[in-house]
């Protein structure tokens, strides 16, 4: 069973910047196809970015494409997230995921389809 912990969430500006790392531990990182979702107040969680195993796959959400770009480092257990031209918008708990995947190229985009989720960290941008 893999542990996630999110870290370098926090407070910018509109149009700045921030990244986000997850440490995983306790499986075979290289395994698991891995996500970052997004949880506004009052809003359903909703996929931001995913990247397959290999991470020569990736899937963007619409409003984050061109501003995000997530990033796998396999030998050192980690995915980033990095976040630029931030929007009052995308003020949420960003939440890393992880499931593993049988296929080195596939990504899921789901939120049914993980099975094992960090705790989150808070992002808030400032208008």
């Known amino acids: 069973q893999v542990q996630l912990v999110e870290s370098g969430g926090g407070l910018v500006q509109a149009g700045g910047s921030l990244r986000l790392s997850c440490a995983a531990s306790?499986?075979?990182?290289?395994?698991?196809?891995m996500g970052w979702f997004r949880q506004a107040p009052g809003k359903e969680r909703e996929l931001a970015a995913a990247i397959s195993r290999s991470g020569s796959s990736t899937y963007y959400a619409g409003s984050v494409k061109g501003r995000f770009t997530i990033s796998r480092d396999n030998a050192k257990n980690t995915v980033n997230l990095q976040m630029n031209s931030l929007k009052p918008e995308d003020t949420a708990v960003y939440y890393c995921?992880?499931?593993?995947?049988?296929?080195?190229?596939?990504?899921?985009?789901?939120?049914?389809?993980?099975?094992?989720w960090g705790q989150g960290t808070q992002v808030t941008v400032s208008s």
């Open positions: 306790g499986g075979t990182f290289s395994a698991y196809a």
């Open positions: 995921t992880a499931n593993p995947a049988a296929l080195r190229v596939v990504v899921f985009t789901r939120v049914s389809e993980y099975d094992y």
